[in-house]
Structures are given as C-alpha cells and as structure tokens.
C-alpha cells in the first residue's frame, strides 16, 4: 500500500485497513513519503517512499516476492509517482482509493478552472501541479489502467472504469478509542472550562478548500457567545495553505478559543469528549458533496449530537433522529441548530442516542471490504503501468 503519510487521517485509514489484510493472512508493506522505517508490533511494515528507489521489489517483503497487489491511497502525484517506480521494476496488480474530489482540489491548489487545465500541454501540467495533487492527465491515466478502484463514497465511483472492478469501503474509525463515551469534565476543567458550558469541539486541519467553512463556525461560536450563551470552542489540527494561513488572525480573535494543534489519536479521543455536541461546517458544493470527512464517523461514534449540512452522508441520516440536518451551513443555520439542541433536552438525548445508532448502521467499516475485493483482483492479470 502507498500513501501521503502515516500520522493523518488518511494515514490511519491505511493502517487500519493493512492490518485487515494482515489479520487475512497477507504479507502487507505500506510506504510513505515520512522518512521511517519500523517494523511494528502489528506486523505491519512501514518504509519511506525513497526506500522503493533503491531496493528490489523482492526485498521489501518478507517472503522474498514482489508485491501481488498494490494499493494507492489516492491517486495525486507523490502516490503515482511511487508506484510507478514499484512497476518499473515489477508489473503488478493496481487498486487505487478515492478520498476526494481530486479534480477541484487541483483547481483550487492551481487557481485554473478545470476548462483553463485541460487546454494546457502535458508539461505545463507537470510544472504547475503540486505533489499533493491530482493530475489532470497523469492521474486520470493512473486510474484507467488500475484493475479496481475503491472509494469513500459512492459519488466518486464516477473516477473508476465503467467495465472495471469498484467497490465503495468506509472510513473506519478505532473503536477502541472512539466509543460511547461519557463528557469529560475533569479535561474540561483542566482547560478552564465550568460544566455548565457547552463545549463545541472541532478536530481537523484548515486548509483552502475548508478556511471559508471554518471561519463561519468560529462566527457563529461568537455569535452564541454575545448572545447569552456560554459557548466554547475547541479545535484541534493545523492550519495549511495560502487561505488558512491569511485567515489564522481571524480565527484567533473568537474569545475562549482552545487552539491544540496536532494532537495524537489518544489525546484526540479524550479531547473530543469534552464535547456536548459537534458541528461539522460546511454545505453541500463540489468538495462537500463528494467526500465523507473523516471527523464525522468519529463525531457519531461518540454518541453526541452532530450538526451538518444535507450533503455526503447527511443523505444516509434522518432530520431530528440521526443528526440535526440544516438546509445551508451559514452563521445563522448553525446558531439556530445549537440552540434548538441546546433549549430541547429530550431532543439532546435522542441526537446522542440517534449518532451511535447511525454510527453502527450505516458507518461502521468492514474489515473483509478490502481483502474481499483483493481476492478479486488477484484473478486479474498484473499490468504495465505507462508513464508518458
């Protein structure tokens, strides 16, 4: 398996699904650009990308073969690029992830609308879009050769081949650290915050796609603030991109903000049950549409009530059972859901019950979902990946 990093969330979808193939019996090595190298108590492998460019195929693995299958957590450029030099050296088989939108991602990382990329030439693509990004031409080859293509959720099947394998695997959250998990007061209480507060917290990185979002989440926390209640924010992640960076003055100035950073996944699940509900900004747009942020299986997990828009899998959930459904994600929107949750306590009660509900029904991952459609792959035949 290839990925963009190991100490992410996508980074932690790996894991989890590596080691349902390892748990299958498989010999399973996942690469990252990260510069490590250790051999885990899991049994998984994890080695840097730059360690593909000197080492045979055979000698990545344990067995003394060349991998049967690689997997590309999503298809942007620092992935591809890997496993290109993977099937260089060794055709193989090819399962590339879906996360994203990755076309309007490249467009908001460029600043070129999808028409302006697609009339540039191939090396006028090279140079303009970032190692992080999908391109436009390379990526979309990439994905046309794979034998199968998986993805987050059901909107992103239209990256795969029509005539070719696809399945939709859900993000998968550690349950041993994301449960029914009771408020945490005595963290709460470390932070300065009473019990009497309604804690709000946010966990995830700001970036250009995002900044706008998050802005108004930190607006509408101040509103509530000024107009009586005694409301709290707390965010955890790092601030990306050009945008974030230009916002970070504004999102300093919310009163009571509890910025972390980047905490571990630990602290991440203790920090999260300070909460007494979550708010996931955001409505439904090009990005929105067609991802499912990786907070929210964790959010419904938790068994607390969760605002969001009518977008991703606010489809799959029921108004005023599962989550607090708003029709936009304005200042006012948000305003009105918290404080509808807030003044209803029975209606609390029923959003807590109704996210672990949800949570179990329609976002808990499937640990055979990947091994299951390997074993599929595995009767096709290897491919020649072509690079120009």
């Not at 690469?31 to 055979?58: C, G, M, T, Y």
């Not at 190692?131 to 050769?145: A, I, N, S, T």
């Not at 109704?354 to 808990?364: K, T």
Request: aromatic content about 8%.
């Amino acid at each position: 398996m290839v990925a963009q990093g190991i100490e992410s969330n996508s980074g932690y979808h790996v894991q989890w699904y590596a080691n349902s193939l390892i748990q299958q019996g498989a010999n399973c090595v996942v690469a990252v650009p990260d510069q490590v190298v250790q051999d885990r108590s899991d049994n998984l492998w994890v080695v840097a990308h730059s360690d593909i460019e000197f080492k045979s195929p055979v000698e990545l693995f344990r067995n003394g073969r060349g991998a049967d299958v690689v997997v590309a957590w999503t298809p942007r450029e620092i992935v591809r690029k890997c496993v290109q030099s993977l099937f260089d050296k060794k055709p193989s088989r090819l399962v590339v992830h879906m996360e994203d939108n990755e076309e309007y991602l490249t467009e908001v990382s460029t600043g070129l609308s999808k028409q302006d990329l697609s009339a540039l030439s191939l090396v006028q693509l090279d140079n303009i879009v970032p190692r992080d990004r999908y391109h436009p031409v390379r990526g979309r080859r990439f994905l046309r050769q794979a034998n199968a293509v998986t993805y987050l959720i059901d909107i992103l099947g239209r990256y795969a081949s029509s005539d070719g394998l696809q399945a939709e695997i859900s993000a998968p959250i550690n349950e041993s650290l994301f449960y029914e998990r009771p408020i945490n007061y005595g963290l709460r209480n470390e932070f300065g915050i009473s019990d009497t507060e309604c804690v709000i917290v946010y966990s995830g990185n700001v970036h250009d796609a995002n900044a706008d979002e998050v802005l108004v989440l930190y607006k509408a926390v101040r509103h509530l603030q000024q107009s009586g209640h005694a409301a709290r924010l707390i965010r955890t992640g790092k601030n990306t991109g050009s945008v974030a960076t230009e916002l970070a003055d504004q999102f300093e100035s919310l009163p009571g903000l509890i910025d972390l950073g980047w905490v571990d996944r630990l602290r991440l699940a203790e920090i999260s049950a300070c909460a007494n509900l979550f708010v996931q900004p955001g409505g439904s747009n090009p990005f929105n549409d067609e991802r499912v942020p990786s907070k929210l299986p964790e959010y419904f997990a938790l068994g607390r009530p969760v605002v969001m828009s009518r977008c991703n899998i606010g489809h799959k959930a029921q108004h005023l059972s599962d989550a607090y459904l708003t029709d936009c994600s304005d200042i006012d929107a948000i305003i009105k859901a918290v404080t509808v949750i807030l003044e209803d306590r029975s209606l609390m009660e029923r959003l807590s019950v109704g996210a672990r509900r949800f949570y179990e029904n329609s976002l808990r991952a499937d640990e055979m979902a990947l091994p299951g459609l390997i074993r599929l792959v595995l009767r096709s035949k290897p491919v020649e990946l072509l690079s120009h």
